[in-house]
């Protein structure tokens, strides 16, 4: 089991910039594919970005292409999710998810993550 904690949310002004990163402990996280999601008030939560296990490969959100980027350091433990030119409508809660039965599989779907971080808050003001 692993046991996953994000940090790096906070209030920034639209067209800034915030990194958020997901630590993880209890075992290595080479071995699981990561994804970011968010849930803003009101709504369900949503894919944001996926990365492979060794990091060769990613997959982006349409609504964040461009603007954000996963990442991952195996050699930390830890998960990244760089994001520029932040708008209001990016304000959310933002979950790291880790997926241990994806091989090396670029996932999107909520229900095939195992294991899911507390979030963190990430608010955008205009």
């Known amino acids: 089991q692993v046991q996953l904690v994000e940090s790096g949310g906070g209030l920034v002004q639209a067209g800034g910039s915030l990194r958020l990163s997901c630590a993880a402990s209890g075992r290595t996280l080479s071995t699981y594919t990561m994804g970011w999601f968010r849930q803003a008030p009101g709504k369900e939560r949503e894919f944001v970005a996926t990365?492979?296990?060794?990091?060769?490969?990613?997959y982006h959100a349409d609504s964040v292409k461009g603007r954000f980027t996963i990442s991952r350091d195996n050699a930390k433990n830890t998960v990244y999710l760089q994001m520029n030119s932040l708008k209001p409508d990016d304000t959310a809660v933002y979950y790291c998810a880790a997926d241990y039965r994806a091989l090396d599989r670029l996932v999107m779907a909520e229900y095939e993550y195992d294991y899911w971080g507390q979030g963190t808050q990430v608010t955008v003001s205009a």
């Open positions: 990365i492979t296990r060794s990091g060769g490969r990613t």
